[in-house]
T-cell receptor, first 112, second 113 residues
Framework: DTGVSQDPRHKITKRGQNVTFRCDPISEHNRLYWYRQTLGQGPEFLTYFQNEAQLEKSRLLSDRFSAERPKGSFSTLEIQRTEQGDSAMYLC??????????FGPGTRLTVL | DQQVKQNSPSLSVQEGRISILNCDYTNSMFDYFLWYKKYPAEGPTFLISISSIKDKNEDGRFTVFLNKSAKHLSLHIVPSQPGDSAVYFCAASAQSGNEKLTFGTGTRLTIIP
């Protein structure tokens, strides 16, 4: 399967713990996006990379959130000191310069 | 501030009939619009898009119409099939679909056999 993959698919953690998610984009895509979706809402933009450069971050991305894309391939999203409000589906998408964004299956985070 | 609005949370349509999903936007900078379909426990799947230089784009059973003056777009599915039952999201971007997408809240479409 050559689509966008995300790992893990589900994560349950206790408040205050750190979590890290991974996204592997479609191999020829140079742009990678992170979104967050909560119940009853559409996905909300968090940040995106072009190759290894992080070009934009939403104000939704507090100081506890950090994203990286070393070598312009896979990306990680880390949340430090998780809070119950961080519970959501975290979606990764990738695209080429010209074209639509393709989404992965998401990582569902539950913070207890 | 909801820049992309889908005012119908749900819609039920008889199999074989036309499904029409609506979307309104407020940001005049949006120039590219997309529809995504989402099944439970999966990520959104791209369906169809339209650039602001067009007013219609068709792909098989799916047609998207754009009315720029009204800041309104719609997705037509004809004929509707049971497999079309899903949540549909309208999304918009300000630069040909490769900048961040702003999504609506979705419309749950149920096709009745």
């Amino acid at each position: 399967d050559t689509g966008v993959s995300q790992d893990p698919r589900h994560k349950i953690t206790k408040r205050g713990q750190n979590v890290t998610f991974r996204c592997d984009p479609i191999s020829e895509h140079n742009r990678l996006y992170w979104y967050r979706q909560t119940l009853g809402q559409g996905p909300e933009f968090l940040t995106y990379f072009q190759n290894e450069a992080q070009l934009e971050k939403s104000r939704l991305l507090s100081d506890r959130f950090s994203a990286e894309r070393p070598k312009g391939s896979f990306s990680t999203l880390e949340i430090q000191r998780t809070e119950q409000g961080d519970s959501a589906m975290y979606l990764c998408a990738s695209s080429w310069y010209e074209g639509e964004q393709f989404f992965g299956p998401g990582t569902r985070l539950t913070v207890l | 501030d909801q820049q992309v609005k889908q005012n119908s949370p749900s819609l039920s349509v008889q199999e074989g009939r036309i499904s029409i999903l609506n979307c309104d936007y407020t940001n005049s900078m949006f120039d590219y619009f997309l529809w995504y379909k989402k099944y439970p426990a999966e990520g959104p799947t791209f369906l169809i898009s339209i650039s602001s230089i067009k007013d219609k784009n068709e792909d098989g059973r799916f047609t998207v119409f754009l009315n720029k003056s009204a800041k309104h777009l719609s997705l037509h599915i004809v004929p509707s099939q049971p497999g079309d039952s899903a949540v549909y999201f309208c999304a918009a971007s300000a630069q040909s679909g490769n900048e961040k997408l702003t999504f609506g809240t979705g419309t749950r479409l149920t096709i009745i056999p």
